[in-house]
């Protein structure tokens, strides 16, 4: 079989890339060579410049680009690789909780096995799901012990089946053989050599060791103590040698210059190979407890080395009594019992090395490579998990609740911003989302896709949010935007088109509703108000809201000839709009495939088009009165509505998964659309626009284009990692480069309750 193997890789420092090196290496002795020549490494780099690697890695993926991921799966899509192995752990791979791994896996179709060297077993909710999604896309799971498997099965989503435990590799190495001539070269032949390595950091507790020393060294003064490795790079980075220095000071305050022994040295295999077999007891010393795998403890127990640790995890699992010895973090005195209790007892202590010798027998690489090789010809032979298609998923995703809404609302309104998903009563009230909040209810009224007690909920709001919109409407009868915290109002110099829009998409709601006749004749008198103020309207997206609001109006209310008349006049200059910035890009680019309406994609796109397709579909006779015999207002709508979904679509999937145009640099004429920071509400007008297409046509290309959409929401984007978040019934304000923005805010929230609500309907064929 011929493998590809993601992880970072030597001359990198660190554990895990000393670890697939030996996974490969051990891995290839039971390959063909053919398939052992065409299998490689693609690396993970944190820094820059790029190391030197050797000629095993074929491509390199610095963490935090996002691109270099997309690339990476290019790449293997084209090579012939059969398997991709993924050496697992947090901080290696970039965006929120290693989520760019994600866009990786989702484009490659060859199998993945996944092996976990770090799990979480209290995991924020984006770890959480990533490590899900990380689980499903992967057709094995292989973790390292019981503990590791425990936690997944109890805090994750996870077959069993996908769970194999296959232990820690080690060296394949004769350790009795070479003991008296590593202990010859370390000088250390008549002494009790105690041991630690690895890369060096404050929470590795040296210290702890250092200070049981002195009781030890007094009774025993031909012990020596080996602290072989070098500052870990980050540390090195950030700290410089801080630690270190701090270490050897204190080891010079309490005498131990000649029993504590500092290697500042990254060692080969060979070198540490020597270092373990000339040691008698190896020290584990580390503050955290919540280690899953330890790869030292693995390489000290092979080894035969009496081992002495704090009960991190993979302690606690493999030193049994007899194995090893546990012992609290930075306890000292406990350190300086046991090794004056095994030092005291040459039966105790060489018992302990016999036990974790014959442990470390079945750890050994010739042994864990063929349970590898033998996992990875039996994934070879299944199908590769998919996630099911979109419309089957929909019965699961399509969730209406209403919990972040009411925590969101007090008695003034909706609340504008949240931190995380609490009320942030500091940026106030926006009519935009109280608009947006009293349309949502009146829809939930409507629906037979909800609950009654959903349908309680949203009666007892109303009143609320009409409250809010009587308050900020002026004398002329246009609208405030925002109210501050204290219920002042914020004076804008200029008021947004796009609010009044929406405003009056919430008023014709309410007018032409069901509700008491109090609530509609109130709305009814702040829309008459505003409407003289439609025909000053200019910007495409605050005309496209209004005439959505004019057309809900005269679905029902048919008879009224002058919201006619101002729904044609709103109809021509959005369509003449159109029409004279094609003419002019026209005569500058003849050839252009810009459909649209000015020289930038920037938010809410879906609006426009939207509004052009739903007024092709309105028949009322007072839309034409004003309009010459000839002249089809209706029809031009519709080819001007459906010229721009065309073009949207096309941009929506310019990539292997439906993405937004971003609002960090938008997508202007001639450059490049930004990736991040895509909106909800962005995700919502595509899903109200292709809905309003497919209950026009009736295509059903058009319905999955909605529910395409609508996935955005659920992880069907660039990172594929959810927006919504079921546990509080909110949507996270944005996807950004490093994941999703942690806030949900009102405007997400009920963009996303909008659109599960639109979807719900349209699929259910009401």
Same mark, same amino acid.
């Given at each position: ?61 610095? !963490? ?480 496209? !809201? ?131 920071? !895509? ?88």
């Amino acid at each position: 079989m011929r493998i590809v193997y993601i992880s970072t890789y030597p001359p990198r420092m660190c554990g895990l890339a000393t670890f697939t090196s030996d996974l490969k290496e051990a891995i290839g002795t039971c390959q063909d060579p053919e398939d052992l020549k065409q299998s490689y490494v693609i690396a993970m780099q944190d820094t820059l410049p790029i190391q030197e690697y050797g000629e095993d890695v074929h491509m390199v993926i610095h !963490q935090d680009r996002l691109e270099d991921y997309i690339a990476a799966a290019d790449h293997i899509e084209h090579s012939s690789a059969e398997v991709c192995v993924i050496s697992h752990e947090y901080g290696i791979y970039g965006g929120l909780s290693g989520l760019y791994l994600l866009t990786l896996l989702e484009n490659i179709t060859i199998p993945v096995v996944t092996i976990l060297h770090t799990i979480l077993d209290d995991p924020d909710i984006h770890a959480k799901q990533v490590t899900e999604k990380l689980i499903e896309r992967s057709s094995r799971i292989i973790v390292m012990n019981r503990k590791a498997r425990s936690i997944l099965l109890h805090g994750f989503t996870i077959d069993d089946r996908k769970l194999t435990i296959i232990p820690h590799g080690t060296p394949d190495v004769d350790y009795h053989a070479i003991r008296e001539r590593s202990r010859q070269k370390l000088k250390v032949t008549d002494r009790y050599m105690l041991f630690t390595f690895g890369l060096i950091s404050a929470d590795k507790g040296l210290e702890t060791v250092i200070s049981a020393l002195p009781p030890v060294v007094r009774q025993y003064p031909d012990v020596v103590y080996y602290i072989v490795g070098k500052t870990h790079p980050h540390v090195s980075a950030r700290e410089g040698e801080v630690y270190r220095e701090a270490i050897n000071r204190f080891i010079h305050k309490l005498h131990l210059d000649e029993q504590v022994l500092c290697v500042d040295s990254y060692v080969s295999n060979e070198e540490l190979v020597e270092y373990l077999a000339a040691a008698d007891i190896y020290l584990l010393p580390y503050h955290n407890t919540h280690q899953i795998t330890s790869g030292t403890l693995s390489f000290a127990l092979s080894a035969g080395n009496c081992v002495l640790s704090t009960p991190n995890w993979h302690a606690q699992e493999v030193l049994k009594p007899h194995v090893g010895i546990l012992f609290d973090p930075g306890d000292s005195a406990a350190v300086t019992r046991e090794l004056l209790r095994v030092l005291g007892d040459p039966q105790l202590l060489a018992s302990y090395k016999r036990q974790a010798y014959a442990y470390g027998e079945g750890t050994r690489w010739r042994v864990t490579a063929g349970r590898y090789t033998s996992l990875l010809g039996h994934v070879l032979e299944e199908p590769v998990p998919r996630p099911p298609s979109g419309l089957s998923r929909l019965s699961t995703l399509t969730h209406i609740d209403l919990s972040q809404l009411q925590l969101l609302t007090d008695a003034t309104g909706i609340v504008q911003h949240a931190r995380y998903h609490l009320p942030n009563y500091r940026h106030g009230y926006s009519l935009d989302d109280n608009a947006r909040a009293l349309s949502l209810c009146c829809e939930l009224l409507r629906s037979s896709h909800v609950t009654l007690e959903q349908k309680l909920v949203a009666r007892g709001l109303i009143d609320t949010y009409l409250s809010f919109l009587m308050h900020m409407q002026d004398e002329s009868g246009n609208f405030h935007g925002f109210m501050q915290a204290d219920r002042s109002l914020y004076l804008e110099k200029r008021r947004s088109e796009d609010t009044f829009g929406r405003t009056l998409r919430a008023l014709t709601q309410v007018l032409t509703s069901t509700l008491p006749v109090l609530d509609r004749e109130l709305a009814g008198h702040l829309f008459e108000q505003a409407l003289p103020l439609c025909s000053s309207l200019l910007t495409p997206r605050g005309i496209a !809201q209004t005439i959505l609001a004019l057309i809900i109006y005269l679905d029902r209310r048919p008879e009224r000839d002058h919201i006619g008349k101002v729904l044609a006049d709103l109809a021509e200059k959005l369509i003449t709009r159109y029409v004279l910035y094609q003419q002019n890009l026209q005569e500058e680019v003849p050839d252009h495939h810009w459909y649209w309406f000015e020289d930038i994609l920037s938010y809410e796109n879906g609006i426009v088009p939207q509004a052009l397709i739903e007024l092709s579909r309105l028949q009322t006779p007072s839309l034409y009165s004003t309009m010459p015999e000839d002249r089809d207002i209706g029809a031009e709508a519709h080819e001007k509505g459906y010229a721009m979904l065309s073009f949207l679509d096309g941009i929506m999937h310019r990539g292997p998964v439906f993405s937004l145009v971003g609002n960090d640099g938008w997508y202007p004429r001639g450059g490049h659309a930004a990736l991040f920071d !895509q909106q909800p509400i962005d995700a919502a007008s595509m899903v109200h626009l292709y809905g309003a297409a497919y209950r026009d046509s009736g295509k059903a290309v058009y319905k999955d284009r909605m529910i395409e959409s609508f996935l955005w929401f659920h992880g069907d984007n660039p990172l594929h990692i959810a927006l919504y978040d079921r546990d509080k019934g909110g949507c996270h304000d944005g996807l950004e480069r490093a994941g999703v923005n942690l806030n949900m805010g009102a405007e997400s929230t009920l963009e996303y309750l909008a659109s599960a609500l639109k979807v719900l309907t349209i699929i259910n064929g009401r």
